[in-house]
């Protein structure tokens, strides 16, 4: 298969049109069988349940390239399980975890020749998602939904090499408890447009939120999950009901137990033990780890002694197994891996 005439190491994280996407539609209580298409355009009334009352859900991850030449995405079981939660939540259907898995291999062996070649450090992001579409304007669940996944090349995350970020502390909440912090729908995302302006326009790459109710615990940022290692090595991320459960720091907790030897921890993290860490990094599917080297609390810097240039040392080896595995150069606990093709 002929691969697209696209300059994979300079794409940078934003949406180009690939050729297929899947659609399934849900009416009179059950979904239809499906069908990839060409058609990447949506047309809804304009009081779709979505448009009025953000009906919406979806999840994020990767196609990519092996080293041997496979095509492989990472555990899309769990962003099946996952959606699974998110659509229950928001009192939508759910697409069921076999064919949400179908529907990613299907749309990726559609689009295989946007898939990067291995080496080029460029990925295919994967972006299934499922939102109301029938008209609704008094407050209730639509009746009808459509579940789409469509495919975008995306570049290298780490162009230029590793950066580490500067977060602020910041005074807005993201998510409240028994809220809907632990699931992945765009409304939590639309309430987090405003904190992450202000935050770049204060010169600050991303948002700590602490936990809502007395803010004195760590949370995550707006996308991604924070993982930290203490000063005797060992991993430890925050705990919480209302932190979006990360499959990445779920999987370098287990990389980290199970290759690395480390004790590894997922408890609650005061905010005033993050200055005590050696390391601290974001976790998330876009990145993998992106590590932090300074955290700003009101004009308090916590500056890590990692610095302003490098990964940590067990970061960067967590990164590495992790990526390792996910390029098949490290064998892969069972199941990990879904061969496309
Ligand atoms: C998607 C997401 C993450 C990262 O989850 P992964 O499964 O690792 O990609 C973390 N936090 C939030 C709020 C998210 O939406």
């Known amino acids: 298969m002929e691969k697209k005439n696209i300059d994979w190491g300079n794409l ?119 939102f109301g579409t029938n008209p609704v304007i008094g407050v209730k669940p639509a009746d009808e939904y459509q579940f789409r996944v469509f495919t975008t090349p995306v570049g290298p995350y780490f162009k230029g090499g590793v950066k580490p970020l500067t977060i602020r502390v910041t005074d807005f909440d993201r998510a409240a408890p028994n809220g809907t912090g632990h699931i992945k729908a765009g409304l939590n995302y639309a309430m987090s447009m405003h904190a992450i302006v202000d935050a770049h326009n204060q010169g600050y790459d991303e948002n700590m939120y602490l936990d809502a109710a007395t803010r004195t615990k760590v949370e995550e940022t707006g996308g991604a999950n924070f993982l930290f290692v203490t000063k005797d090595g060992k991993v430890v991320t925050p705990k919480s009901d ?67 240039t490098e990964m940590g040392p067990v970061t960067k080896k967590l990164y590495e197994t992790l990526t390792g595995i996910q390029m098949g150069r490290i064998e892969a606990p069972e199941g990990w891996l879904q061969v496309i093709e």
């Open 242 to 308: 209302s932190i979006l459960p990360s499959i990445t720091r779920r999987s370098l907790i287990y990389v980290a137990q199970h290759y690395l030897g480390l004790e590894a921890e997922e408890r609650e993290i005061p905010f005033e033990e993050v200055k005590d860490f050696a390391e601290c990094g974001l976790c998330g599917t876009a990145a993998v780890i992106s590590p932090v080297g300074k955290i700003v609390d009101h004009g308090k810097e916590i500056c890590f002694p990692t610095g302003m």
């Open 12 to 130: 940078g994280f934003g949406y180009v049109q690939t050729d297929y996407r899947y659609v399934s539609d849900f009416k009179n209580g059950s979904w239809d069988e499906g069908k990839l298409t060409e058609d990447a355009n949506v047309v809804i009334n304009e009081c779709a349940g979505v448009l009025q009352y953000a009906q919406t859900v979806f999840e994020g991850m990767k196609a990519y390239t092996t080293e041997d030449g496979r095509i492989v995405t990472f555990r899309p079981d769990l962003n099946a399980e996952r959606m699974e939660n998110s659509a229950k939540r928001l009192e939508m259907p759910v697409f069921p975890k076999d064919r949400f898995i179908q529907a990613v291999v299907d749309t990726v062996k559609a689009n295989a020749a946007y898939v990067p070649p291995f080496g080029s450090g460029a990925t295919l992001y994967i972006r299934p998602f499922e």
